[in-house]
């Protein structure tokens, strides 16, 4: 299987007139579980909400499943930017409620396990819920929609390190195989185990975009291939 799901074409993004990206070119295939790599400020986050849809006034284009318009696309992503807009009384059973109705890709039952993977109680509002909690029910969202493509922004960041463990290892349970998966994290270790592919941000633009099977064939960790990317030339 070799079909491209995701692709990005000279791809310009600024803000406050400061170049943010730059010249961005990325092909991205259907059934991948990629690592998005970068120092903080890099891009990663920027890049995530410009192929969801969320982010605008970009040059360039980004097609998911070959759909280019921003409203085309959301139906094809699903992003963990979930809990914003929601107020800090909201239940998580009144956010499940509100997936249901707005995704109609939105599977009740995989949220249902999801949920309880993550050891969350329906009638907790969002004020009650920890910073990794409140990671974990954005997971939960995220990969109880069915789409091709999932954008995960650094999604364990607030995980306990046993949590985290528990999750990663459980996440391709989790994808059907033909989707693909786009992970931004700084623990790159944790997560090398199932990555098929890394994408590295650097000055702006792709710095390398490399299959993790290439890395491993170097002799070489990803974490040590990441390292080794920035301290050629040093970041700004
Ligand atoms: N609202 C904003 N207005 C202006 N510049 C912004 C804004 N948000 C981000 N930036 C700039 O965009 C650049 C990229 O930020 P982005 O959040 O995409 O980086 P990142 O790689 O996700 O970083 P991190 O690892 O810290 O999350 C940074 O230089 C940042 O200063």
Redesign the pocket.
């Known amino acids: 299987m070799n079909n491209s799901l995701l692709e990005v074409q000279d791809l310009n993004y600024k803000?406050?007139l400061?170049t943010?990206l730059q010249d961005v070119n990325l092909t991205v295939n259907s059934g991948k579980i990629v690592a998005l790599l970068?120092?903080?400020?890099?891009?990663?986050?920027?890049?995530i909400r410009i192929i969801s849809g969320i982010a605008k006034n970009y040059k360039g284009t980004v097609a998911v499943n070959g759909m280019q318009k921003e409203v085309e696309r959301k139906s094809q992503v699903s992003v963990t930017d979930a809990l914003k807009g929601f107020s800090d009384s909201t239940k998580i059973d009144e956010i499940e409620s509100f997936y249901e109705k707005i995704y109609s890709d939105f599977d009740n039952d995989q949220f249902k396990e999801l949920r309880e993977f993550m050891k969350l109680n329906g009638e907790m509002k969002l004020r009650q819920l920890s910073k990794g909690m409140r990671e974990k029910l954005e997971i939960a969202l995220t990969l109880s929609r069915k789409v091709p493509l999932y954008l995960l922004d650094?999604p364990f960041s607030g995980i306990d390190p046993m949590a985290r463990k528990r999750i990663i290892n459980s996440i391709l349970l989790w994808k059907d195989p033909e989707a693909t998966m786009i992970i931004?994290d700084?623990f790159v270790n944790e997560i090398s185990t199932i990555l098929d592919e890394v994408i590295i941000?650097k000055d702006k633009t792709i710095a390398s975009y490399i299959a993790a099977d290439d890395i491993r064939a170097k002799g070489q960790s990803i974490e040590e291939y990441y390292e080794s990317l920035y301290e050629d030339g040093g970041a700004e």
């Open positions: 803000k406050n400061q943010i970068g120092e903080n400020g890099a891009g990663k986050t920027t890049l650094e931004s700084h941000i």
